[in-house]
């Protein structure tokens, strides 16, 4: 079973991820790692991460959602790529990982020994069929090229989105505007950070 599994991931997909992708997937997968699978279980955990469709949140479940970025530890503001990404009724979070990238002689994070990671956790085979196609969805598969992308992680912060938060929401839009991306300035969302 485990052959048969592996064998999934280093099949079908030619695409190459960019970097930006690569570290991005990094913090979805660290988020369902860390906090998804023990809070809401494995196989809900696993259900509950859309990140690979790119008009929903990251993560839903039930009333909660939590929206994930990943950026590199010098940046001081995370890209709002679509407004449905932060735009909701319901009080969500959004999670923030800063890393810094390394030489690849480094034993840090990389996709492919986080990936190995995960799937090796998972007990069920269906868990691990949930895992895979999620992955070949965001266009992921083994590949050596990865192993070149090393982080090491610095931290996490999560944050509070609620009517405070600055963000702007379908309802803001002049009519005639289809898509909005903007950035948001971590210096100034710290009162609604998440002890």
């Known amino acids: 079973n485990r052959y048969n599994q ?8 030619n695409k ?30 696993l259900n509950g991460w859309s990140g690979p469709e790119p008009t929903h949140k990251d993560f839903s479940y039930k009333n909660d959602w939590y929206e994930i970025k990943s950026i590199n530890t010098f940046k001081s503001s995370v890209l709002i790529s679509s407004l449905e990404q932060l735009d909701s009724e319901l009080d969500g979070r959004l999670v923030v990982y800063s890393f810094e990238k390394m030489s690849s002689s480094f034993s840090g994070i990389t996709l492919n020994k986080l990936v190995a990671e995960i799937s ?16 070949k969805q965001v266009g992921y598969s083994y590949n050596e090229v990865y192993d070149n992308y090393v982080y090491n992680f610095v931290k996490h912060s999560t944050y509070i989105v609620n009517n405070e938060f600055p963000r702007i929401k379908a309802d803001d839009l002049p009519k005639g505007i289809a898509k909005v991306q903007y950035e948001v300035l971590l210096s100034l969302i710290e009162k609604n950070r998440e002890e």
């Open 6 to 13: 592996w064998k999934k991931m280093f099949t079908g997909n």
């Open 16 to 45: 190459i991820l960019t970097e930006n992708e690569v570290l991005g997937l990094i913090g979805e997968l660290l988020f369902l790692k860390d906090k998804a699978i023990p809070t809401y279980g494995v196989t809900d955990g």
């Open 120 to 135: 090796n956790q998972l007990e069920y085979e269906t868990d691990r069929d949930i895992f895979f196609n999620k992955l």
